[in-house]
């Protein structure tokens, strides 16, 4: 099939691009700059040379029109994954540096291909737990999380903190996804991957581990032992591997089951606690770990029964993923990581 896939340059995007091209797709991937396009160019020079994998840059995807090259390809594209969305909370303007890019980002690709790429047939966006999680009730006990519930975040509350920027960035962008396919009834399906905390190996080219991706960001700071003393809160303990959730973004298109659905893609419970005993397990290079007597990062009160429930079913049903592990998941990431430094 022929695919475009935006933000070729990310964390997961890169995860998913390596699946495309095994697959036997052919890929155009959109990415910022052309130094980002040669390095994954480099990466996978056998599937560059053989026309499987070629590149657009698109520099900034909040501004309109954003796509409306990028869609247009011979041959023509049957599906479209699109990824691209800002995932940090180094925000200063939670419009410009969040809302705009996430919401502008997808509405903007959906018109572009309504527009001039009729032969598109899957669109699959990847949204967020964020989009699903009522953050008021915290830990929810007794609620389970499924493809049903929505974060019922306001326009006001996205100004409160770059947190809730982001939750509500991805929750609009997925409800304007939504609204798009039911208002202007494309020719095309949508489907979307709804990860929480995303962990697991970096392929995508990173020069230094201070850029690390957001997700990945407590691994690396816990290896490091900048939580020798006190381990952080976990805030959400829902996780998944990123292998699992880039199988999630291909089988999405790759099985017309999948089409308009939501799919809840997750492993399960961690606390930051059992991430950090993972690596001090596995690698015990690492000195400045904490111990099990260290403060912090651990269960609420009554361990996980006190934490809502979840269902990954549907994703298990349809897109046939097979859920990775966390030691798995967390000592991939590590060596990963000390191929940059660590
Ligand atoms: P990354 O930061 O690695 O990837 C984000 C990608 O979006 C990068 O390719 C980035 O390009 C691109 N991007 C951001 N803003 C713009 C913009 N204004 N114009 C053009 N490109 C832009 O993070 P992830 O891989 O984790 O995130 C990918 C997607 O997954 C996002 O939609 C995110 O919301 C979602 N997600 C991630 C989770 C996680 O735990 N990691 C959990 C749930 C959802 P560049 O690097 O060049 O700036």
Redesign the pocket.
Known sequence: TRVLL?????????HTLDVLLKHGHSVIT????QQ?ADKIKAAYKSYADKGQLDFAI?????QEG?FDQAVISDPPFEAVLH??????FNVTDVKKDLL???II?TTGILKSIKKSAPSVKTVVI?????AIVNPSKGFWPGHEYTEEDWNPITMEEAQENPMSG?RA??TFAEKAAWEFLEKQKPNFSLAT???????GPII?NLDTLENI????QRLVFAAQGKFKDEIPPTGVHLWVD?RD?AEAHVAAFEKPEAANKRFFTLTGFFSNKELCQIIGKNFPQYKDLPTDETPGGDYPEGGKEGIYKFSNKRSVDVLGLKYRGLEECVVDAVKSFQEVGL
């Open positions: 935006t933000g070729g340059s990310g964390f997961i995007a890169a959109t990415v910022r700059t980002k698109v520099p900034d995807i909040a954003a990824t691209a969305s800002p995932f940090h705009d890019p996430a980002g990847t949204s967020s737990f964020a982001y960035s991805k991957i709804n990860p929480p905390m995303v962990f995508h991706n957001t997700s990945n990123v959730v």
